[in-house]
């Protein structure tokens, strides 16, 4: 499996129509004009093929948003889907670590806004960031915290809930599956989970938690450039 950051033009309707029978795979409640609107907001998208063959994505945005009167730069991940048969490879995050973090040294901070409605993904910070948010083992800061309300706010005016740091959706909302990243006593027993699981109950019902990282080896673990060829 071999991926590759792509502006969201150069996609073909070949690519677009695979892309949406993933998202069907492992998502409920699909629209497909909703998915082709929401991907026509966005920049860049990171393929994953196996020879040919389309087999995940991860969609990306560009967005500023003011915090105490200065722009604040960084970018958006949307829909993020890998098949089945590639869970636990990650070529995904190493494309996507040597395309922004380069990207992100051309500003003075540049950061990752990032939406999780399933612990899969929310265990992408603790895996390789020391300093990400909201996370058990401290709190929130205030300007990180201010940071989140503006993107949130921006992508999605009154459906986010700065108290929780949910974003709870007033129409219907594609939600995972059963069996995608379903929650057992077991995976509870990690701290990170746990407060996952905490801080998003409504993740059943598609609903999102609000998260943050700035993309800067500094906030990461010590070993996860190496890791990750940045």
Excluded at 3 to 15: N, V
Aim: with cysteine.
């Amino acid at each position: 499996m071999k991926g590759e950051m792509i502006p969201r033009d150069a996609l073909t309707e070949s690519d677009i129509r695979t892309m949406y029978a993933l998202m069907e795979t492992f998502y409920a409640q699909t629209d497909e004009a909703v998915f082709r609107h929401d991907l026509a907001g966005k920049d860049y998208v990171l393929i994953l093929r196996e020879g040919t063959a389309l087999v995940g994505f991860t969609t990306q945005k560009l967005l500023t948003v003011e915090v105490e009167g200065k722009p604040v730069h960084g970018m958006f991940s949307g829909d993020t889907i890998i098949d089945k048969a590639h869970w636990g490879e990650a070529e995904l995050f190493r494309v996507w670590s040597q395309f922004w973090f380069p990207y992100a040294r051309d500003f003075d901070e540049f950061w990752w806004f990032l939406i999780c409605k399933g612990y899969k993904t929310y265990r992408i910070l603790p895996t390789f960031w020391a300093e990400f948010y909201p996370t058990f083992r401290q709190g929130t800061p205030a300007r990180e915290k201010a940071i989140m309300d503006a993107y949130a706010s921006a992508l999605y005016g009154g459906e986010y809930d700065p108290v929780s740091g949910v974003i709870r959706y007033r129409h219907e909302k594609d939600r995972l599956r059963e069996g995608v990243a379903d929650l057992d006593e077991h995976r509870l027993k990690n701290k990170d989970i746990a407060f996952f699981a905490q801080a998003n109950p409504g993740h059943v019902n598609g609903e999102d938690l609000v998260c943050l990282a700035k993309i800067d080896v500094s906030a990461m673990k010590p070993r996860s450039p190496k890791i990750l060829g940045i």
